[in-house]
């Protein structure tokens, strides 16, 4: 299923989030970046620069990613256009460490609707 990622109505981009966690209300997926990627592209790279595939997080960076990821008020919609209720939008963007398909969706979804739709 296709999943859409906005920011205040701005396509960002889309995953089928093919991998869940349903315990945990977790899923994730390959991410395909969408025209409004660009806008919100530099607070993704600053986790990159946080937690770097081979070096040592940067608990400093990290807080600044966190704290800018949310004050972005992310959007996660389904293929009809439903929201879907999420605690965390994350996407890992490595594209410059390792290519432009090192790049994932990983959400923590809070609506049970959701999961049952999901089953």
């Known amino acids: ?31 395909r970046p969408g025209v409004g990627y660009e806008l919100v592209q530099p607070v993704f790279r600053l986790f990159a620069q946080a937690v770097p595939l081979d070096g040592v997080k940067n608990t400093t960076l990290l807080d600044r990613y966190i704290a800018a990821r949310d004050k972005l008020n992310l959007e996660l ?33 809070t609506d049970d609707a959701y999961w049952n739709r999901r089953s």
């Open 77 to 109: 919609v389904d293929a009809d256009g439903q929201r879907i209720h999420t605690s965390a939008i994350h996407i890992a963007d490595y594209t410059v460490e390792e290519g432009s398909s090192a790049i994932s969706l990983d959400v923590l979804i």
């Open 1 to 31: 299923m296709r999943h859409t990622v906005r920011l205040h109505g701005v396509i960002v981009g889309h995953s089928e989030l093919e991998n869940i966690e349903r315990g945990v209300g977790r899923a994730w997926g390959q991410f």
